[in-house]
């Protein structure tokens, strides 16, 4: 049920709920939360047992036909208002990622431009919430093979760095830089991927280097701090990292510490991609200052377990993103093409998007 051609699927629809893989518990334990109600789903987006840009949108767009099954009433326009609380609570999980807002968009636009009774609503909001669950798999796979091309022609065997987890987890299947990585194993070019650990919630120690391991990529797990050490010994041929939000001019939001990497990538001359789905972009957004940076709890930096790390009195500061300035961005790998950051604005005018 849970994976197929070696591939792990973090949301999955059975039996008439959700199943979500719990992402809090890998790499100890592979166990999945069946949730039925859109509120529990609101609590899954919040605590991370599900993560990861497009799979909290997936997630987001079961919660809302979750919603819609738990309103009873038939008539449309109080549905409807119904269904506005449910979407309202769902986008207030997590600010970053757009494809959470995304998603929700597109199943609020269903529902309202679907004429008929609830019940027709209802069977309506289900199919887009499989379709959008569909597509971002088909789009993962689409920008593996695109991302494959646009990597460095040489050398033959390329060693990669990532940070975070941007994979098959993160996504409905297959992921986004990860998705170039498999690409790139698949077709002999990967040696090895470098994981950053990515401190605080450890994405790439935990569920980076967990999908890996099971599919046989060599893998080796770095802290965030040694990656500028790697790269000046020559160990890094390109970065592929994912992203929660672009803005128009092609600023990435992603994971805290993705800046900083970009930034070591920049002095070593080394090649930075993000691999994102069209989605991702948000031309609503002129730049990357517009972008909401999620804060979260400090007990992520100063507790591991039941273990304090720190002395009392100290402050904290935690935020879950930063934002990479385009011109540190060598091109952005989507399912439609890869384009540097100044070609973004194209896309828009072309509308292709
Ligand atoms: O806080 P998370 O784990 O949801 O953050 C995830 C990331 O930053 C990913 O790199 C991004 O969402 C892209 S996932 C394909």
Redesign the pocket.
């Known amino acids: 049920m849970n994976s197929f051609r070696n591939q792990v699927y973090s949301v999955i629809w059975h039996d008439n709920a959700v199943l979500l893989l719990d992402q809090t518990r890998i790499p100890n334990e592979y166990t999945f939360v069946e949730i039925s109600r859109s509120e529990d789903m609101a609590v899954a987006i919040k605590t991370?047992i599900v993560?990861?840009?497009?799979a909290?949108g997936v997630a987001a767009a079961y919660g809302i036909y979750l919603g819609a099954r738990e309103i009873s009433t038939d008539n449309r326009d109080e549905f409807l208002s119904h269904l506005e609380k449910v979407a309202q609570m769902l986008r207030s999980t997590r600010p970053t990622?757009v494809n959470l807002f995304w998603a929700i968009s597109r199943m609020m636009k269903v529902a309202y431009e679907t004429l008929g009774t609830v019940e027709e609503i209802r069977t309506a909001l289900f199919q887009t919430a499989q379709a959008i669950n569909a597509e971002d798999l088909q789009t993962c796979q689409a920008i593996g093979d695109r991302g494959l091309k646009a990597l460095p022609s040489h050398p033959e065997k390329l060693t990669l760095l990532t940070h975070?987890?941007?994979g098959a987890l993160?996504?409905a299947g297959y992921?986004?830089?990860l998705g170039v990585v498999r690409s790139a194993w698949q077709h002999g070019r990967l040696a090895r991927l470098f994981a950053d650990e990515t401190r605080p919630?450890l994405?790439g120690a935990r569920l980076t280097a967990w999908e890996c391991v099971q599919e046989g990529i060599p893998v080796t797990v770095i802290t965030d701090s040694m990656a500028a050490h790697c790269m000046k010994q020559g160990l890094i041929h390109a970065v592929v990292?994912?992203?929660?939000r672009i803005a128009a001019n092609g600023d990435t939001a992603?994971?805290i510490g993705t800046y900083s990497l970009a930034l070591v990538s920049k002095a070593h001359n080394i090649p930075f991609f993000v691999a994102?789905p069209l989605s991702t972009i948000d031309f609503s957004l002129a730049d990357g200052s517009q972008i909401p940076i999620e804060e979260r709890d400090p007990a992520e930096i100063y507790q591991i377990g039941d273990t304090i790390l720190t002395p009392a009195g100290a402050e904290f500061y935690n935020p879950?993103?930063d934002i990479t300035p385009a011109e540190l961005i060598t091109a952005i790998i989507t399912e439609k093409g890869v384009f540097t950051p100044g070609e973004l604005k194209h896309l828009q005018e072309k509308q292709t998007v």
Do not use: E, L, S, Y
């Open positions: 991370m993560r990861g840009a497009p909290i990622a975070c987890n941007a993160a996504t992921g986004t830089a919630r994405q990292v994912g992203a929660d992603n994971k994102a879950a993103f």
